[in-house]
Nanobody, 114 residues
Framework: VEFVESGGGLVQAVESLRLSCVVS????????LAWFRRGVGEERDMVAN???????YYIDSVKGRFTASRDNAKKTLYLQMNSLKPEDTDLYFC?????????WGQGTQVTVTP
């Protein structure tokens, strides 16, 4: 299993970014995927997840601002991040959900300045 995240960057508050994650080694048609961020603890925190048929779940702090989507044919997961806030600054990862592969990608850094 491999995850390759991209699309992060340095932006100002209220600007937008679109993260992408290319997935290999997973059957996209049946697997729920999720976006995580490193947070402050030992474990990565889930931010949003999306089922194989497109149903989504978001944590309260990003609801209404972030949108997860996927293209199973392209084996790619996306996270559209709008109205970014400084507290969204973190290293973002993708992985399967609810179980996670031990083979995490490198992540993509999102930095939001005031």
């Amino acid at each position: 299993v491999e995850f390759v995240e991209s699309g992060g960057g340095l932006v100002q508050a209220v600007e937008s970014l679109r993260l992408s994650c290319v997935v290999s080694g997973i059957i996209m048609e049946i697997q729920t995927l999720a976006w995580f961020r490193r947070g402050v603890g030992e474990e990565r925190d889930m931010v949003a997840n999306i089922t194989a048929d497109g149903r989504t779940y978001y944590i309260d702090s990003v609801k209404g601002r972030f949108t997860a989507s996927r293209d199973n044919a392209k084996k790619t997961l996306y996270l559209q991040m709008n109205s970014l806030k400084p507290e969204d600054t973190d290293l973002y990862f993708c992985n399967a959900y609810p179980w996670q592969s031990d083979d995490w990608g490198q992540g993509t850094q999102v930095t939001v300045t005031p």
